[in-house]
DNA sequence: ATGAAAGCGCTAACAG
DNA sequence: CTGTTAGCGCTTTCAT
């Protein structure tokens, strides 16, 4: 079904049928009318790729996202998606898996596509792979900072502060033997929370030692893993930072089965602020990092670089939007160890 | 950079351009490299438009699923991805909310788009929805049942049975009065778990009491209130079968906060087996749904209408694939209640 | 207010 | 093996 059938069973030329789409007040009332009904009876919808290739726009933008297994993204994912709906775009999902090449083969695709706009979330492209985005004029924003690449439109959360934040929590509780289990995905963002605990501890004046820190495999076994080679140290630490909350649960699920209490025994703080972790016993300290907003975010500030909202001045913008540490009784935090609940 | 001034600059026609692209070996070796080469240089990437038009072939296809923050989805996705990325193919992802207005809109912006194939989830469509779509030849399949929509392929877990299954478990344990807490969402599928477990509680010969089914939202808070109100019945069940493990899991922490054990005191069966359940205390027992192979095999079945290899026979497919009862220390199982672990 | 017609970039049938 | 050319369905000048 096409516009060329409507035209002739409504008696008129595919421009007034046109027309009526994309400039219904060009057209008179009633002939109008007519023609919706007849569009109606004959059940048609126009052609994207007619209409994409005429005008040079889809209708649909990308989100490139390292893994769909995971909260964190879907929340950003959501947020995007709340935006796109509104403004009645499509989103196309991708994965990367944290693989630059599949990353890359992704973003031709893109262009090849020609999508209005893409959000890339933990990017491992390099300044140089952007030259080719660049000369097609597609908006871009990134969700998530990475040094390699500078000069976009960015929108990210502070992961080094928000855990010297988690640290420094913990010195006040007076912690001083902190010891750190780390994921090894994602790994951007790991690396920041491994430097934001290496400088807190230096900074304050404690004794940093590398054999307090594990690297992991992020999940409930890795947690566990990793507290296990904590706990077998001659020296262990008192207070473990885990840079995820899935591997926090999977630490204490060790301290526990080790007979040791949290946090009296053991502190734990977690990160991510999983929906579970006010639930399990002891809730679990942890900061959280804002996704869902990013998401929306990021799509507001995409959706005003694709209408050229924000070209007056051109500058590619940086939105930082804070992470938030959640004190709960699994840090040892003297006024919540006393509570019951 | 369009496919004209590369036919140009080569010195050549258009056609042998378009040539390279989509039947290299009809271009002799040479010619091929010089234009390969030349395509380089202008960074010449083929424009989709163009070519759907002409092909009427996006490599998109649609994936409707009723929300993003949902893992057993996220799941399914998965799967899907891993067939679509095989085949080079790109996913189209859209949430309908469990609105049916909202997915019938989708479903005309997919036939606009003429993306190649559809996959529901959990579709909330009627046979009616459907003319349309079947106008238009794309291929859909439709993971999870649905009265509602039937002739279509399907690919599918029986809730209905897989409830039974657990109900009869606790049953054999010794659990007579067994109580039940349904989430409100998803609907279709927690219709079928409550019609499972009115089935079977009658078939078995047990007293069938609506006063011992509780409906609240599928959340964390959802379960916590859910047994709230089954712990505030004289009569209170010794048994509970709850519809998802994230309800399970706040229905655990109301009873453990109420001072009863788990599952000495009373019993809990989950479902649909996150990853968390097998850590908490006691170790959720719960039914395990294949959502991930469903993506596959849906998104593999869908491959192959859409190649016409089933188009043979014709007759719409219908793939049942099971879910798995998970048993671990909350039934009560007294095997499990003795292991330490 | 409406129509005629030129293309958007590509593919494939046809001719050489 | 390569070139010419007719569309695919739509939007948009430019006329009327």
């Known amino acids: 079904m096409n516009i060329k059938a409507v035209a002739k069973k409504a008696g008129v030329s595919v421009a007034t049928i046109s027309r009526v789409l994309n400039h219904p007040d060009a057209v008179a009332p009633d002939t109008k009318e007519h023609i919706l009904k007849i569009m109606e009876s004959l059940e048609y919808t126009p052609n994207w790729f007619a209409?994409?290739?005429?005008?040079?726009?889809?209708?649909?933008?990308?989100?490139?996202?390292?893994?769909?297994?995971?909260?964190?993204?879907?929340?950003?994912?959501?947020?995007?998606?709340?935006?796109?709906?509104?403004?009645?775009y499509n989103i196309m999902l991708c994965t990367t898996e944290e693989d630059r090449s599949k990353e890359k083969g992704y973003i031709e695709n893109f262009i090849a596509r020609k999508v209005?706009?893409?959000?890339?979330?933990?990017?491992?492209?390099?300044n140089s792979d952007f030259d080719q985005i660049k000369k097609q004029d597609i908006s871009v924003v990134l969700i998530g900072k990475n040094e390699e690449l500078t000069g976009e439109n960015l929108v990210y959360t502070d992961y080094q502060s928000a855990t010297g934040e988690a640290i420094r929590h913990m010195i006040e509780i007076g912690h001083r033997k902190i010891g750190m289990i780390y994921g090894t995905r994602p790994k951007i963002e790991n690396m920041d929370k491994r430097e934001g605990f290496r400088k807190t501890i230096t900074e304050e004046g404690l004794n940093y030692r590398p054999e307090h820190i594990v690297e992991e495999e992020n999940s409930i076994e890795g947690g566990f893993l990793g507290a296990s080679k904590l706990l077998n140290l001659k020296d262990r630490p008192e207070a473990i930072f885990v840079t995820s909350d899935i591997m926090a649960i999977g630490?204490?699920?060790?301290?526990?089965?080790?007979?040791?209490?949290?946090?009296?025994?053991?502190?734990?703080?977690?990160?991510?602020?999983?929906?579970?972790?006010?639930?399990?016993?002891?809730?679990?300290?942890?900061?959280?990092?804002?996704?869902?907003?990013?998401?929306?975010v990021a799509a507001r500030l995409l959706f005003d670089l694709m209408e050229g909202d924000r070209e007056e001045d051109g500058e590619p913008q940086e939105i930082l939007i804070q992470s938030k540490l959640k004190v709960r009784k699994s840090c040892g935090h003297l006024d919540r160890v006393k509570e019951i609940f």
Do not use: C, W
């Open 51 to 88: 209409r994409g290739l005429k005008l040079n726009r889809t209708g649909v933008i990308a989100l490139l996202i390292p893994e769909i297994l995971d909260m964190g993204y879907m929340e950003i994912a959501k947020g995007v998606e709340a935006v796109a709906h509104q403004k009645k």
């Open 116 to 126: 209005d706009g893409i959000i890339l979330v933990s990017s491992f492209l390099k």
């Open 251 to 296: 630490a204490m699920e060790k301290i526990k089965q080790a007979g040791l209490k949290i946090p009296q025994d053991i502190a734990v703080v977690g990160f991510d602020n999983l929906k579970i972790s006010g639930y399990i016993e002891p809730k679990l300290t942890t900061v959280a990092k804002p996704m869902y907003r990013m998401g929306l």
